[in-house]
């Protein structure tokens, strides 16, 4: 596998616990940071606990401990795979002839600065972007190649945290968001993201590229490529890259990432009334020729759906009111001529109102609070469906503006 032509200046390279699970991998590793390097790129690496370091820590920490201990001593316990994958990364770069540090909690410059929510904790990126500038950027004007242990922070008096699973992946889009980079570079154990889990499907083929809104639909789908909490950390001016270990190269082809979800929950409207098409009958639902006009139908008349609902007796379909005319009559055709279908109604003047962001399953109980506060309003909600981290919402166009009142409401409220 070739990269494409060189163009890269500043990177972010992040290293899994799979890329650095014995010597000869940290070496493999070490020779790719080394070729760019070499060829002028300015580097931090972020390292992950070799192998299944992290998790040997935890059950040995939990047996020691009859299963119990503070998560505060937990976090000091486990951050001590990726301080010591930072230094045997930095001590290889250094046997090599390059100009290399290594970064430590301990350290009065140490970057990631964290609130105190041990074991998943969360970084104050004001304070991280700030030291980041100040102290990784002049060492990798430098010429050093600056090695950081990925996961771990440290609150403001000094105590470690650790961010949960994912965490190396935050520190690497942390430091490349202080970091103005260029491009931020993730190897893993797989060649990329794939158009399915080859766990379960035979064959699956690369994706040259994928937006974030796609990817966060395959993680919501169970799918882990990058943990969610990561993914509100994502500049959406730098790229990602994800490629494969085993080639030795960070020049090699992968995926690539681009654009970004919003980190924090927002309410968007749609600015076109919307309506509900029902259409009733005799299981709808086992009867994929029905559908398959539907569709054919919908295609006709250039209508992209805003949401579907289907159960075994009826099919929903929400889509812009402006397109009644020339779908209205065609859908109806098919319920006069069909066995199973037995009749069509309409609900129009609809709003259509997205509440989305990374994260927002994660909340506990907005959904249900939302549901719970328009109800108590007394505005009735003709559809809802959660998707990719986005709650769809459909209510009376005139109850449009007091339904995104009362969400933003509960969303203040739910996330302080």
Not at 114 to 127: C, H, Q, R, V
Not at 194 to 203: I, L, R, Y
Request: proline share 4%; glycine share 8%.
């Amino acid at each position: 596998m070739s990269g494409s032509r060189e163009r890269f200046n500043r990177l972010v390279v992040k290293f899994g616990g799979s890329s650095l699970s014995d010597g000869p991998s940290v070496s493999r590793a070490v020779d790719a940071v080394l070729d760019k390097a070499r060829k002028g790129f300015q580097i931090a690496v972020v390292v992950s606990a070799m192998g299944k370091t992290t998790d040997h820590l935890i059950e040995t920490a939990k047996k020691a401990c009859g299963g119990t201990i503070k998560d505060e001593e937990l976090d000091d316990i486990m951050a001590l795979g990726e301080r010591t994958s930072a230094r045997i990364f930095a001590a290889a770069l250094k046997t090599r002839g390059q100009r290399s540090c290594y970064l430590d909690p301990v350290d009065p410059d140490w970057p990631i600065i964290t609130d105190g929510s041990f074991t998943n904790a969360n970084p104050i990126l004001p304070l991280c972007e700030g030291l980041i500038r100040a102290h990784i950027q002049p060492l990798l004007e430098e010429g050093n190649v600056v090695v950081i242990p990925g996961f771990i922070g440290k609150t403001g008096n000094g105590t470690v945290t650790t961010m949960g699973r994912g965490g190396s992946d935050i520190t690497a889009f942390v430091l490349a968001h202080g970091l103005s980079a260029d491009q931020v570079i993730l190897v893993t154990d797989v060649d990329g993201i794939m158009t399915a889990d080859p766990k379960v499907v035979g064959k699956p083929r690369i994706l040259k590229e994928i937006s974030m809104d796609m990817l966060v639909g395959l993680a919501d789908s169970g799918t882990k490529f990058i943990h969610k909490k990561a993914l509100r950390y994502k500049n959406p001016s730098i790229e990602i890259k994800v490629i494969n270990n085993t080639y030795g190269s960070l020049a090699v082809d992968g995926t690539t990432i681009k654009g970004s979800f919003p980190n924090n929950i927002v309410v968007e409207e749609h600015p076109d009334p919307a309506m509900a098409v029902t259409i009733v009958g005799k299981a709808i639902a086992e009867s994929p020729q029905t559908i398959q006009q539907v569709f054919q139908e919908l295609k006709k008349a250039d209508i992209a759906l805003l949401g579907m609902s289907l159960n075994h007796n009826s099919l929903i379909l929400y889509m812009p009111t402006k397109k009644k005319e020339e779908i209205l009559e065609p859908l109806h055709s098919i319920v006069v001529s069909n066995e199973r279908t037995i009749a069509l109604a309409v609900r129009e003047n609809l709003a259509f109102i997205k509440v989305k962001g990374v994260g927002l399953e994660e909340t506990p109980g907005i959904i249900s609070d939302i549901t719970k506060s328009l109800h108590s309003s007394g505005i009735n909600i003709y559809g809802i469906f959660t998707i990719t981290s986005s709650v769809l919402i459909f209510v009376d166009l005139k109850d449009k503006d007091r339904t995104i009142r009362l969400i933003e409401e509960n969303i203040r409220t739910n996330t302080g």
